[in-house]
């Protein structure tokens, strides 16, 4: 990446202060997600919007890009040092690198993009990151002979203010899965797997298939009829 504004402090103390949930810098994620994403960066800048100062990292998603396609992932430096990352859209990011990977390739995917990486967004080890009382998501289903289907979704929805009632400011990923094991078929064909999670909190199951991923060993799953789903 080159850029005049590369050496500013501002972006140096980004660098060196702004940290994944499970711990990984700005510079490892963006150098993971260019290897399996359609994630070109291109340069780094700060701009000033009122009291707060604003870092940005500029991308787009082919090499040779000659349209005006351009993104960028911003964050937002406060007067008393505090850094918020400001772009909705790159929120997986504090998950770490393979949940943003995950949520730009499932765009590249809904925007029918040619070469997504369908191989890294089916593979089920990369939701490990979802974690639940019973093990980890991706583990869980492998154990379960679960392959994953079309479409997949890593989000971050902030809440709405024009909707005070409904939750939000959470992550959330959205899976469909086919089971090789014996179940419902609307379980085991088509699966639907919600998980949400807040800021400091643990993932929380949201379909049906989910919470029973989240309570019973794999394998087990379909053993015994939920008293809500008669």
């Not at 150098?31 to 500029?58: I, R, Y």
């Not at 070469?115 to 289903?141: C, I, M, W």
């Not at 479409?151 to 909707?163: E, H, I, T």
Request: proline letters at 5%; glycine letters at 6%.
């Amino acid at each position: 990446m080159s850029n005049t504004s590369n050496d500013s402090p501002l972006v140096e103390r980004l660098k060196s202060t702004w940290r994944a949930q499970d711990g990984e810098t700005i510079e490892q994620i963006i150098s993971n997600v260019s290897k399996v994403a359609q994630f070109v960066p291109q340069m780094w800048g700060v701009a000033e919007l009122g009291e707060n100062d604003f870092v940005f990292v500029s991308w787009t998603r082919h090499r040779n890009n000659n349209s005006d396609e351009q993104y960028a992932i911003t964050w937002k430096i406060a007067p008393d040092g505090t850094i918020e990352l400001a772009s909705t859209y790159a929120k997986p990011m504090e998950l770490g690198w393979r949940a943003l990977a995950l949520s730009l390739i499932a765009r590249e995917v809904a925007d029918g993009e040619r070469d997504a990486n369908l191989r890294f967004l089916h593979d089920p080890t990369n939701f490990n990151f979802v974690t639940t009382s019973q093990g980890r998501l991706g583990d869980l289903l492998r154990q379960g002979s679960c392959t994953i289907v079309e479409p997949v979704g890593v989000d971050y929805l902030p809440k709405r203010d024009d909707k005070p009632t409904e939750k939000g400011d959470v992550w959330r990923v959205l899976l469909v899965v086919n089971c090789n094991i014996q179940g419902p078929r609307y379980f085991t064909h088509n699966g639907v797997i919600i998980f949400e999670k807040s800021e400091g909190q643990d993932w929380e199951p949201q379909s049906s298939l989910a919470k029973r991923i989240a309570k019973f060993r794999p394998g087990s799953w379909f053993q015994r009829t939920e008293p809500n789903e008669e």
